[in-house]
């Protein structure tokens, strides 16, 4: 659960606080493909397609470190 205190009535303060952690754990991201359905088998091939950008990003980042 996310949550947020509000310090000397300053609701705008909070507000931004809020919208922070909950880009950190990914609401905004699950609320949008809540949105509409999504067949299984999109499903599978969009988190495939993730789990390989998260791969190569990996790699580029280990390439890069050992590079230095």
């Known amino acids: 659960m996310v949550e947020v ?3 000397d009535n300053n609701v705008d303060q909070a507000l ?3 919208k922070k952690k909950m880009q950190r754990e990914g609401l905004y ?3 949008r493909m809540r949105r509409h359905y999504e067949k299984p088998s ?4 969009r988190e495939k397609a993730e789990a390989v950008r998260r791969y190569r990003k990996l ?3 280990r390439a890069e470190r050992d590079e230095l």
């Open 42 to 45: 999109e499903r599978r091939a």
């Open 16 to 18: 931004r606080a809020l």
């Open 5 to 7: 205190q509000v310090r």
């Open 29 to 31: 991201r699950e609320m």
């Open 59 to 61: 790699l580029r980042k």
